[in-house]
């Protein structure tokens, strides 16, 4: 980085210490070599991260990034076996990369179980579309988001019969009429979604079809426009991150109280930490899902 600004190492030094003290970056040691580590983007297993870079696979995991920014949700199986991303090619090494991420957390896919061939589909999204990160509240509705698009994807490109011709069509029109017409495929397709109270699944008058129900809630209403923009841009406005979410994230002498079941965060003081406890602390708090 020094090298590519072509700053003086003393202004790069204090820029960094301020960025560290702010929260901005996590430094981490990884293969002998030092690592800044964004937790505003990457919010879960950083030190796998950073083992990655140092390793030479920097350049790697920002390529797979870039791809899957304007693929979000793709299938994980699909990535693997064409060794491509939406018709990009991605070299070995950068699938081994994939694999890795997919293995240590980096990159979280949510699944789709096939009852049939009693197998689990992966769906590859970037750990958290946008340059903030999420509150307790702002994870569950990404968490919805996540499992819309995996199921678009699935009837997209993995359809058992008849394939989803237009994802944003098919979402814009459960946001205006609240279903999705009747389909064999849709108790396999939606399942999770109804495990995720996003909605229900009717049964039609034909035996084996069903139709999916929204359950309008502003949680889901949010999660179904946010699933919108991922297919229309590959990231979200939307996210956002309460003041108290950041002091949360920056401080090591707050907690946080109720973060799944409030999205306001409450802090307390506490004494001041040794370096291991704040290390730990630290890694609580990035690792709160």
């Avoid at 070599?33 to 950073?50: G, H, M």
């Avoid at 081994?96 to 049939?116: C, M, T």
């Amino acid at each position: 980085m020094i090298g590519r600004l072509g700053v003086e190492k003393p202004i790069f030094t204090r820029v960094e210490s301020i960025a560290t003290a702010g929260g901005l970056v996590v430094p981490k040691r990884a293969r002998g070599q030092d690592v800044l580590v964004s937790p505003f983007y990457f919010s879960d297993s950083l030190d796998a991260l950073a083992s990655q870079a140092a390793a030479g696979g920097a350049k790697g995991v920002q390529h797979i990034l870039e791809l899957l920014k304007k693929a979000q949700g793709w299938p994980l199986s699909m990535i693997l076996s064409r060794g491509e991303i939406n018709g990009s090619k991605l070299s070995p090494s950068e699938i081994q990369i994939l694999n890795e991420l997919v293995a240590d957390g980096v990159l979280r896919p949510p699944s789709l179980h096939n009852s049939k061939t009693n197998t689990d589909e992966h769906f590859v999204f970037t750990p958290r579309p946008g340059s903030k990160s999420l509150d307790g509240s702002g994870r569950e509705v990404y968490e919805r988001t996540m499992a819309i698009v995996a199921a678009v994807r699935k009837g997209q490109l993995m359809p058992s019969r008849y394939s989803i011709r237009s994802p944003v069509a098919l979402l814009s029109k459960l946001r205006s009429c609240k279903k999705i017409g009747a389909s064999t495929e849709s108790a396999q397709q939606y399942m999770n979604l109804v495990t995720l109270r996003v909605g229900s699944l009717r049964a039609a008058s034909k035996a084996g079809w069903y139709e999916f129900v929204l359950i309008e809630t502003p949680e889901n209403i949010q999660a179904l426009d946010d699933a919108i923009m991922l297919f229309q841009q590959g990231e979200l406005a939307s996210l956002d991150m309460s003041d108290d979410a950041r002091i949360a994230l920056q401080r090591d002498e707050s907690y946080i109280q109720s973060i799944l079941a409030s999205s306001k965060l409450r802090t307390t003081m506490r004494p001041a930490l040794d370096e291991q406890a704040k290390s730990e602390m630290e890694q609580m708090f990035l690792d709160l899902k």
